[in-house]
């Protein structure tokens, strides 16, 4: 996973791009239709001892992708273990994310 300094970017999609409103609300502020758009549904369920779900998550949207809306997520904290390095007690962490890829048409999509 590439992930700059200012942590806003991870491989080709830009965390900003990533948004909890709907599909209508964002056409509607960037003043296209939703026809314009195909959609493609993202989601994501891991278990890690720490992360943002974020990263994770843009990280398996399409790089033709223009925003992903609908964004969600759920975490859930399991039991605690000694972690190795620092001898602390810690939680596992699950999550799941969804969200839906808007791909304008006019680009050639490969599901």
């Not at 080709?12 to 195909?38: H, M, Q, W």
């Not at 890690?48 to 779900?53: Q, R």
């Not at 843009?58 to 969600?72: C, K």
Request: aromatic share 14%; net charge negative.
């Amino acid at each position: 996973m590439e992930i700059r300094e200012d942590n806003t970017d991870v491989g080709n999609f830009t965390l900003e791009k990533i948004l909890t409103i709907s599909a209508r609300e964002y056409c509607e502020s960037v003043g296209k239709p939703l026809s314009d758009y195909e959609f493609f549904g993202v989601h994501l369920d891991k278990v890690n001892y720490w992360a943002n779900p974020t990263e994770y998550f843009a990280e398996l949207v399409p790089s033709e992708a223009e925003v992903v809306v609908n964004y969600s997520v759920q975490r859930s904290f399991g039991s605690s273990y000694e972690d190795a390095k620092s001898g602390q007690n810690a939680k596992w962490i699950q999550f799941t994310a969804h969200g839906t890829a808007l791909i304008p048409k006019t680009l050639t999509f490969k599901k």
